[in-house]
């Protein structure tokens, strides 16, 4: 089992930056993938980034060359440095937790970005 906790979002002006945290928990050793999804009012739930436990990293193109995800596994958290953000990156962002055929999602951190 494991437990994932977001931190970080918040209200930033468009061109701003935020630090998005995902703290997890539990049984965490097997997890191989983590990753940030983000899902907007009337939008579905999509991928916006990846990262693999051997360190490959996939991004959507929306956020290509503004957000960057890591993985600090001494605390057991990933990150995603979100910048240059737009108005259309408002989002509820959630973390996500592959382990096996296991899924585990945390609750979810609001960003919302303001013209």
């Known amino acids: 089992q494991v437990q994932l906790v977001e931190s970080g979002g918040g209200l930033v002006q468009a061109g701003g930056s935020l630090r998005l945290s995902c703290a997890a928990s539990g049984s965490i050793s097997s997890i191989n993938v983590m990753g940030w999804y983000r899902q907007a009012p009337g939008k579905q739930r999509e991928l916006v980034a990846r990262?693999?436990?051997?360190?490959?990293?996939r991004y959507a193109d929306s956020v290509k060359g503004r957000f960057t995800i890591s993985r600090e596994y001494a605390k057991n958290t990933v990150n995603l440095q979100v910048n240059s953000l737009k108005p259309e990156d408002t989002a509820v962002y959630y973390c996500?937790?592959?382990?096996?055929?296991?899924?585990?999602w945390g609750q979810g951190t609001q960003v919302t970005v303001s013209s």
């Open positions: 990262i693999t436990s051997g360190g490959s990293t």
């Open positions: 996500m937790a592959l382990e096996g055929d296991a899924d585990y």
